[in-house]
């Protein structure tokens, strides 16, 4: 597609209870990202894909966060057992990674409240 | 250990005016500097980006200016509209790695 889609909208989560948020990037683009709005206005990245793989993890937590990215299906990104400071919006951006460009185009976000 | 900063959280402007938002970085590597505009509950829409070897990107009414010896990147936007108010964000991204450090943005209010 022409956008970046992630589903669901909004997850509502009781605390210990296991979240899994979609995205499916720009046709053709190869590279997917994460990243996290906890505040206001604060985004954290978490972790990136060169398509099916692991390019950039360092921003992901150690316990309960995984992604993956497999082809021919949406990129996910996991927490188990989810924790109260897991709320959060949670952005996926993609980008085509030409020579010399790095823009990378967002999604709507997936509002998370665990509560 | 913020590498990017945008030191003012909001600017107020009126119509037909110039706008001007204000970054600073600390990083030296990063190769990349972007701009980005956000509306509440929607994803950052990408505005206007720039090299590390450029001082100045000009697309329409968008201006970025880079100087890299005080480290230093704005965003000029003339003339301001209304629909130019929302929130923007300025990142900075090194090769390599390719994620965007994020400011903490700049809310712009361009008045009727």
């Known amino acids: 597609g022409e956008e970046v889609a992630q589903t669901p909208k909004h997850l509502v989560r009781g605390e210990g209870q296991k979240a899994k948020l979609y995205c499916a990037p720009i046709k053709g683009h190869s590279y997917v990202f994460w990243y996290q709005q906890v505040l206001k206005n604060e985004f954290k990245f978490l972790i990136s894909f060169q398509n099916e793989n692991v390019f950039d993890e360092t921003g992901m937590p150690k316990e309960r966060f995984s992604a993956k990215c497999l082809p021919n299906s949406p990129c996910s990104l996991e927490i188990q057992a989810t924790k109260l400071e897991d709320s959060a919006v949670y952005f996926c951006?993609?980008?085509?990674?030409?020579?010399?460009?790095?823009?990378?185009?967002f999604g709507p976000g997936t509002r998370l409240t665990v509560l | 250990d913020q590498q990017v900063k945008q030191n003012s959280p909001s600017l107020s402007v009126q119509e037909g005016r110039i706008s001007i938002l204000n970054c600073d970085y600390t990083n030296s590597m990063f190769d990349y500097f972007l701009w980005y505009k956000k509306y509440p509950a929607e994803g950052p829409t990408f505005l206007i980006s720039?090299?590390?070897?450029?001082d100045k990107n000009e697309d329409g009414r968008f201006t970025v200016f880079l100087n890299k010896s005080a480290k230093h990147l704005s965003l000029h936007i003339v003339p301001s509209q209304p629909g130019d108010s929302a929130v923007y964000f300025c990142a900075g991204t090194q090769g390599g790695s390719e994620k965007l450090v994020f400011g903490k943005g700049t809310k712009l209010t361009v008045n009727p």
């Open positions: 720039i090299s590390s070897i450029k």
């Open positions: 951006a993609s980008s085509q990674r030409d020579r010399g460009s790095d823009t990378q185009y």
